[in-house]
């Protein structure tokens, strides 16, 4: 059983900036991928950034130009740095990683205030 466990979620103001890390309970390098989705209130969970084993990275078209995802091999943490923070990125985020099964944390919440 992977656990996933998170941190980094808060309270923000509209334009702030917060940093989400999750660290897994094995090698990040053993999983194919390993990123972030989001869940709002009374919505879908919705992809946000992933990255390869190989470092390739994907992110949805809401948060281009605005997160980042990477990771700190020698810290086995993957990291997710949200600038330019809107009110619309109010959601749980989950850390998400797959090896041979999709496995997820039990989320952390993001508030962004207008």
């Known amino acids: 059983q992977v656990q996933l466990v998170e941190s980094g979620g808060g309270v923000v103001q509209a334009g702030g900036s917060l940093r989400l890390s999750c660290a897994p309970s094995?090698?990040?390098?053993?999983?194919?991928?390993m990123g972030w989705y989001r869940q709002a209130p009374g919505k879908g969970r919705d992809l946000v950034a992933t990255i390869t084993n190989g470092g390739t990275t994907n992110y949805a078209d809401s948060v281009k130009g605005r997160f980042t995802i990477s990771r700190d091999i020698a810290k086995n943490t993957v990291y997710l740095q949200m600038n330019s923070l809107k009110p619309e990125d109010t959601a749980v985020y989950y850390c998400?990683?797959?090896?041979?099964?999709?496995?997820w944390g039990p989320g952390t919440q993001v508030t962004v205030s207008s």
């Open positions: 094995g090698n990040i390098i053993s999983f194919v991928a």
């Open positions: 998400w990683a797959r090896r041979i099964y999709d496995n």
